[in-house]
């Protein structure tokens, strides 16, 4: 089978042609119809961290079923099959090693993350800026209703379920708990967007003019400066000022949350171990999510995500020719999010 795959090498993005091989027991071919571009996609192409040889990119996208073995289920039990329009995790997982066991497939031993690996070595379609994806069997899959707008949930795969996983982590919310996000990007959005429709009062603060205009428009509120602490701090911008400022924001007994800082070395912190001690607080760090936290995710897009002000944080779609126009526009920074359609192309 040919697809063409976004492929970063040697600083640029390239559009190549696979051949791939026949699929391998167990896995299922998916037709990209919509894909995003995720933050961790623009690191990979601005070289902040090191990559294989021409690696796929795209870990966040919808597609159609078109190949797959006989009674292939997802996660809910439904048997798959050859159209169906299906949402997927971003990581293939063994589902036997200690950590999977530990209930941290996200960290398995046997690990493969899509939108990071190499086109040169199996299962080679492993980015969704592509025709077509690969995915292995320890992939979590869910079916998405054919009336859902592909826009609603082209970003499941990473930013809705490292949300639901944010939110998982914050625990269940008392009565009356008040919460603060760091960071208006697709997670902290997300997040935000999770916690008040579960009851918590929640408050974003982004120092980006445009991304606090999002804010409003996904009718969330901005923090103000002077508010007493919060019993719940959320970090998703990865700022080391917000991470400190957490610090200082939160309530006796309170929680943060930390899932911005997803780049090692790049920044350092300093805080007084005392406070973390004397205020009995709770640090958590929360990277990717489990396959129930995804299934949380895609549950909550099918009940509250579906709101039209969701498309406005969304570009318009690029063609997969344009995928180097489309790069472009991600740096920009207007958007939450820019897709790519791959079928747009003909
Ligand atoms: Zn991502
Ligand atoms: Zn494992």
Same mark, same amino acid.
């Given at each position: ?154 970003? /499941? ?8 996983? !944010?939110?998982? =982590?914050? @625990?269940? #919310?008392? &009565?009356? +708990?008040? $919460? ?42 901005? /923090? ?8 719940? !701090?959320?970090? =998703?911008? @990865?700022? #080391?000022? &917000?991470? +400190?400022? $957490? ?55 099918? =009940?509250? @995500? ?41």
């Amino acid at each position: 089978m040919e697809t063409r795959v976004a492929v970063y090498d040697d600083g640029a993005v390239d559009l190549e042609k696979l051949s791939l091989p026949p699929r391998g027991v167990g896995e299922i071919d998916v037709a990209m119809s919509t894909a995003a571009i995720c933050g961790s996609d623009l690191h990979t192409v601005l070289g902040h961290r090191s990559t294989p040889d021409r690696t796929a990119l795209g870990h966040e996208g919808i597609g159609e079923v078109l190949d797959l073995d006989n009674d292939v289920h997802d996660l809910r039990g439904e048997r798959l099959a050859v159209g169906d329009r299906v949402v997927f995790a971003l990581f293939s997982a063994c589902g036997s090693c200690d950590r999977c066991s530990a209930g941290l497939a996200m960290k398995c031993r046997n690990l493969l993350k899509y939108g990071h690996e190499s086109v040169t070595t199996a299962p080679h379609a492993t980015g969704t800026l592509a025709d077509v994806v690969r995915l292995l069997p320890g992939v979590a899959v869910l079916k998405v209703p054919a009336e859902v707008d592909d826009r609603h949930v082209v970003a /499941a795969g990473c930013a809705v379920a490292t949300a639901a996983a !944010v939110v998982t =982590a914050a @625990g269940p #919310p008392a &009565a009356g +708990t008040r $919460a603060l996000v760091y960071g208006a990007g697709a997670v902290g959005s997300y997040t935000a967007a999770m916690l008040a429709s579960i009851g918590v009062d929640v408050a974003v603060s982004d120092p980006n003019p445009d991304r606090q205009a999002a804010v409003t428009a996904l009718g969330l509120r901005l /923090a103000a400066d002077d508010a007493p602490a919060y019993d719940l !701090v959320i970090e =998703a911008s @990865g700022s #080391p000022v &917000a991470f +400190t400022e $957490a610090i200082d924001r939160i309530e006796i007994g309170g929680r943060i949350v930390a899932a911005g800082a997803v780049s090692p070395g790049h920044s350092t912190v300093t805080f007084d171990p005392a406070t973390l001690v004397r205020q009995r607080l709770s640090l958590i760090g929360v990277h990717n999510y489990t396959a129930e936290e995804f299934r949380y995710g895609v549950d909550w897009l099918l =009940a509250h @995500g579906q709101r039209p002000e969701w498309s406005t944080v969304l570009s318009a779609p690029f063609p997969l020719d344009d995928v180097e126009r489309a790069f472009a526009e991600i740096q920009r920074g207007r958007f939450l999010r820019v897709l790519v359609q791959p079928g747009s192309d003909a």
